[in-house]
């Protein structure tokens, strides 16, 4: 089956933001489905100086037609001024499961 189905990866500051922000996208059918993943150590250059930071990676499972709302979302709610939002095509997959995915998003 094929869909427009989407896969966007989020880095939060901490775990619990990352959460808070999986809740809601899921409660405002943003996103059918989001994962947690603490324990990253993120490496890149932020005006000029190269930083270090632990964050949380957040994976969202959506629609192409929720990116939009989606990443105003985000805008809106992430504490980074500048959130990493990237959309990855997820469009080859189970069957089933693409279609819970759109099930779920509105």
Same mark, same amino acid.
């Given at each position: ?18 959460? *808070?922000?999986?809740y809601?996208?899921? *409660?405002?059918?943003?996103a ?7 324990g990253? #150590? ?6 000029? *100086? ?25 805008? #809106? ?5 500048v ?8 469009? #080859? ?9 759109? #099930?779920n998003?509105?």
């Amino acid at each position: 089956m094929s869909t427009d189905a989407k896969l966007v990866l989020i880095t939060c500051e901490t775990q619990t933001e990352a959460r *808070e922000l999986a809740y809601l996208c899921v *409660e405002k059918s943003l996103a059918a489905c989001a994962q947690v993943l603490p324990g990253l #150590d993120s490496v890149y250059r932020w005006q000029g *100086e190269i930083k270090v930071q632990p964050e949380t990676l957040l994976l969202l499972k959506t629609t192409a037609a929720a990116i939009a709302p989606l990443k105003r979302f985000i805008q #809106d709610n992430h504490s980074y001024n500048v959130p990493e939002f990237l959309v990855f095509d997820a469009s #080859d997959g189970l069957s089933a499961y693409l279609q819970w995915i759109n #099930d779920n998003v509105e």
